[in-house]
Structures are given as structure tokens and as C-alpha cells.
């Protein structure tokens, strides 16, 4: 069973790292808006490890992402994203580094023989057979407070991640 924990807080936060800080893999997404501002403005981070969906509301009482930076950046947590190029330059804005090391499922999902740029809703289809619903994609993810609904999309873009690494990676 996934528990989903909302982390809103500092000491949520360092406490829900201290159980992902021995994961061997954690899966990525994030949400954020990036019209009218040059730099995307990062308004939720996902995230999926031992069996934990969690949502990270960095918008909450001006959370400090230093303990999650520190597991982005720890080279024994393999990060597992799909088409992560926005994630990642979102993370080296924060902290000024690179996670590594990372696992791409769109790039991995081409090298194995499959289609390129696939989207993450028809990867999520092709593998897992799931139907996913856009209906949130386009929300707005500065505006609080958010809807189960939306949070509910937000862990849908994490929470097949993993079955579909384990799948690629074997391949």
C-alpha cells in the first residue's frame, strides 16, 4: 500500500527525506508555471520512494529545499524522471548543480526500440496499460489551495514511474 504524505512544513520535509535518504531509486516530477517570468517558478515537486508518494509544496511556509537538494544530489539515489530537461534546469536554478545520477524513461523508452518524445500519459498507457486524465495539466499550480483532484494528478506523474524504469532498464 502508498501511503501520499503533502509535505508543507520544514520539519515534514527533513523528516520525510531521513526515510528516502536510503532509497536506491526515488522518481521526479515537478509542477510550475513558467508564463511571463523567464526562469520557471517551481510550485510542486513529486516524488516516489519506498513505497512513499510525496508531494513537496514548495509555495507552503517558504519551505528550505536543502534537505531535498541534498538527496538530489547524493550519487547513490538514482533519479528517475520522464523528459526531465525542465525538471532538472528547474533544480540546478535551485542548488546550481546537476542531479545525478539520473534515468530519463522518454530517452530510455527511444533506445529500446519505442517512439520518440513519447508523452508520459502514453508511456504510462503502452506499459502499464493505465488511462491517465490531462484534465489538470494545464492548471494553475501557483494558486492555493490546491485540489485533491489536482494533487491527485500531480502523484499520478510519479506514481507509475516506477514500474516503467524497472521495465526499461531491463530492456
Not at 111 to 133: A, D, F, P, R, W
Amino acid at each position: 500500500m502508498i501511503q501520499m504524505e503533502l509535505i508543507k512544513t520544514n520539519e515534514d520535509l527533513i523528516a520525510v527525506c531521513k526515510l528516502i535518504n536510503k532509497a536506491k531509486y526515488i522518481t521526479i516530477d515537478t509542477e510550475f508555471i513558467r508564463e511571463k517570468t523567464y526562469w520557471s517558478k517551481l510550485c510542486l515537486i513529486q516524488v516516489c520512494a519506498n513505497n512513499l508518494e510525496i508531494i513537496i509544496d514548495p509555495l507552503e511556509n517558504n519551505i528550505d529545499l536543502t534537505p531535498f537538494i541534498k538527496i538530489l544530489n547524493k550519487k547513490s539515489i538514482l533519479k528517475v524522471l520522464h523528459s526531465g530537461r525542465q525538471d532538472i534546469e528547474i533544480f540546478y536554478n535551485i542548488s546550481g548543480k546537476i542531479p545525478q545520477p539520473i534515468f530519463d524513461t522518454q530517452i530510455a523508452y527511444s533506445l529500446v526500440g519505442g517512439e520518440e518524445n513519447i508523452g508520459y500519459t502514453s508511456l504510462v498507457k503502452k506499459i502499464t496499460k493505465k488511462e491517465l486524465s490531462k484534465r489538470h495539466q494545464v492548471s494553475d499550480w501557483s494558486q492555493r489551495p490546491l485540489s485533491s483532484k489536482q494533487l491527485q494528478y500531480a502523484a499520478n506523474d510519479v506514481r507509475y514511474l516506477s514500474k516503467i524504469y524497472k521495465i526499461l532498464s531491463n530492456e
